[in-house]
């Protein structure tokens, strides 16, 4: 087929209860959207998958769960209070809040990194740059705008302003030490996590590619400072390897390699995974080698020290961190992308097919009995209690067999198995592969142990 739009997505993914605009009986609510209960079982997947490669079948990484808000102090430590801002602007006439540095960029194809805001609001003035919502060249001047959410704490004081993390790494600088004191860990090893974070981004878009609220799964890999460029190599080909994983096609993805003047205050080497989405090439994981910065600012900030014993030189060192990041709401839309297929049957009929690897699949088999009676929805709910062991399943009885089938393709079910008349004289049933459409006949008996095989080893 040709390339899919991001509009086709969009409509597939609220058609077949995947994904909905949030809060829409109120007329929506920009950059909101509800994981629906295949979109759901999709993310779930995708997550428990990574938890399981990442952490529980490695020794050396162990997995924390923080708060989302953290102690305000950590945030100055970071850099975040000070340093993670936007570059915004107004429109006069349709008071449409923009990123001015974007805005420069795109009418004028120049770059904008490291411009100070007084700058770009000259280049705006000179060069006549547009509202992209009404046409109009009049906005305010350029301003810092930060992008976590405050919230206010109940206490008084200072510190009765409070963040929204907007990232999940932190927490794994703020428990380092906890985790060294109880889980004997020796370099290197990795902290795990999976959560939300918040950014109050003001362009954000293309669905939930861009959210305000978002989920990572990321790692901060503790190691010796010697060894981080071999270390960093070892997360590239972990991180390639999970690709492949996923399903994702392997001439969709690409590594952009930061340039050293565009790298961030506390990265000495970054690597995107970017992958060709339908509206362009963007960033869907990041690889950073952090250095000591995070630790070094933490012991700075709290007066704790941070140092651990190094059995080879006997001395108390402060571990330098490679940083591998996974967004799972880009994950969801790449894994969507990338699957979807419109195919043009032999018998000239057309069908719409999700081809998401089995382990992602949000539903693993549907049980279908060929008919609403002569005693097969009874034997089909006998099969369906034995394949609930590879997860959500489905039993439907609903139309016929054809629509059934289609309908189980285009959300991405690896497989279907009938129940016929046979079924109840020969105890087998017919099992259906998604994306070939062959069918073979299986006895009962086997078909936990066949289907394990064929689709979820």
């Given at each position: 087929m040709?390339?899919?739009?991001?509009?086709t997505?969009?409509?597939f993914?609220?058609?077949?209860g995947f994904?909905y605009?949030?809060s829409?009986?109120y007329?929506?609510f920009?950059?909101?959207?509800?994981?629906?209960p295949?979109?759901v079982?999709l993310?779930?997947?995708?997550k428990?998958l990574?938890w399981r490669?990442?952490?529980?079948?490695?020794?050396?990484?162990v997995?924390i769960d923080?708060?989302?808000i953290l102690?305000?102090?950590?945030?100055?430590a970071?850099?975040?209070?000070?340093?993670?801002n936007?570059q915004?602007?107004?429109?006069?006439?349709?008071r449409?809040r923009?990123r001015?540095?974007?805005l420069?960029e795109?009418?004028?194809k120049i770059?904008?990194?490291g411009?100070a805001d007084v700058?770009?609001?000259?280049?705006?003035?000179e060069?006549k740059?547009?509202c992209p919502?009404?046409?109009?060249?009049?906005?305010?001047?350029?301003?810092k705008?930060n992008l976590?959410?405050q919230t206010q704490?109940?206490?008084?004081?200072?510190?009765?302003?409070?963040?929204?993390r907007p990232?999940?790494?932190q927490a794994?600088?703020?428990e380092f030490?906890n985790?060294?004191?109880t889980?004997?860990v020796?370099l290197?090893?990795g902290?795990?996590?999976?959560?939300?974070?918040f950014r109050?981004?003001?362009t954000?878009?293309n669905?939930i590619?861009?959210r305000l609220?978002?989920?990572?799964?990321?790692i901060?890999?503790f190691?010796?400072?010697?060894?981080?460029?071999?270390?960093?190599?070892?997360?590239q080909t972990?991180?390639k390897?999970?690709?492949?994983?996923?399903?994702?096609s392997?001439a969709k993805?690409h590594n952009?390699e930061h340039p050293k003047?565009?790298l961030?205050h506390y990265?000495?080497?970054t690597?995107?995974?970017e992958?060709d989405?339908?509206f362009?090439r963007?960033?869907?994981y990041?690889?950073a080698?952090?250095t000591?910065?995070d630790?070094s600012?933490?012991e700075k900030f709290s007066g704790?020290?941070l140092?651990i014993h190094d059995?080879?030189?006997?001395e108390?060192?402060?571990?330098?961190v490679?940083?591998?990041?996974w967004?799972v709401?880009?994950t969801?839309?790449?894994?969507l992308?990338?699957g979807?297929?419109?195919?043009?049957l032999?018998d000239?009929?057309d069908?719409v097919?999700?081809?998401?690897v089995p382990?992602l699949?949000p539903?693993k088999?549907?049980?279908?009995p060929?008919?609403?009676?002569?005693?097969l929805?009874e034997?089909?709910?006998?099969?369906f209690n034995?394949?609930?062991?590879f997860g959500?399943?489905e039993?439907?009885e609903?139309?016929?067999i054809?629509k059934?089938?289609?309908?189980?393709?285009?959300?991405g079910?690896p497989v279907c198995?009938?129940?016929d008349?046979?079924?109840l004289?020969?105890d087998?049933?017919?099992?259906?592969?998604?994306?070939t459409?062959?069918q073979?006949?299986?006895?009962?008996?086997?078909?936990?142990?066949?289907?394990?095989?064929?689709y979820?080893?």
């Amino acid at each position: 087929m040709e390339k899919v739009s991001m509009d086709t997505i969009v409509s597939f993914c609220k058609r077949r209860g995947f994904a909905y605009p949030g809060s829409a009986i109120y007329g929506g609510f920009a950059n909101s959207y509800t994981y629906g209960p295949y979109g759901v079982e999709l993310k779930k997947n995708i997550k428990d998958l990574w938890w399981r490669i990442f952490v529980q079948e490695r020794r050396d990484i162990v997995g924390i769960d923080s708060d989302i808000i953290l102690h305000p102090r950590t945030w100055e430590a970071s850099g975040h209070v000070a340093g993670f801002n936007d570059q915004m602007v107004d429109c006069k006439k349709c008071r449409a809040r923009l990123r001015a540095d974007h805005l420069v960029e795109e009418q004028l194809k120049i770059e904008c990194e490291g411009l100070a805001d007084v700058d770009i609001t000259k280049l705006m003035k000179e060069n006549k740059i547009k509202c992209p919502k009404c046409g109009s060249m009049e906005f305010t001047d350029v301003r810092k705008f930060n992008l976590m959410f405050q919230t206010q704490m109940a206490k008084t004081g200072e510190e009765g302003t409070a963040y929204l993390r907007p990232e999940t790494a932190q927490a794994m600088f703020l428990e380092f030490k906890n985790i060294v004191d109880t889980m004997r860990v020796k370099l290197p090893f990795g902290i795990a996590q999976i959560g939300r974070a918040f950014r109050n981004e003001i362009t954000p878009g293309n669905f939930i590619f861009r959210r305000l609220e978002f989920e990572q799964m990321e790692i901060e890999y503790f190691i010796e400072e010697k060894d981080w460029e071999k270390i960093f190599i070892q997360w590239q080909t972990s991180m390639k390897n999970w690709l492949t994983l996923i399903g994702l096609s392997s001439a969709k993805c690409h590594n952009y390699e930061h340039p050293k003047e565009k790298l961030s205050h506390y990265s000495k080497r970054t690597v995107d995974i970017e992958y060709d989405f339908p509206f362009g090439r963007k960033e869907l994981y990041g690889l950073a080698y952090r250095t000591d910065f995070d630790l070094s600012q933490h012991e700075k900030f709290s007066g704790e020290t941070l140092r651990i014993h190094d059995e080879a030189s006997g001395e108390k060192i402060l571990p330098h961190v490679i940083e591998p990041t996974w967004g799972v709401d880009r994950t969801v839309l790449a894994v969507l992308c990338d699957g979807y297929r419109e195919e043009k049957l032999e018998d000239d009929t057309d069908r719409v097919v999700m081809q998401i690897v089995p382990v992602l699949a949000p539903v693993k088999v549907a049980v279908l009995p060929l008919l609403k009676k002569d005693g097969l929805p009874e034997k089909a709910q006998e099969v369906f209690n034995r394949v609930t062991v590879f997860g959500n399943c489905e039993y439907d009885e609903s139309g016929s067999i054809g629509k059934r089938y289609r309908r189980q393709d285009e959300i991405g079910t690896p497989v279907c198995v009938t129940v016929d008349h046979d079924s109840l004289t020969d105890d087998s049933v017919t099992i259906r592969d998604r994306d070939t459409m062959k069918q073979e006949r299986v006895k009962i008996e086997l078909l936990v142990s066949v289907l394990k095989k064929k689709y979820f080893v």
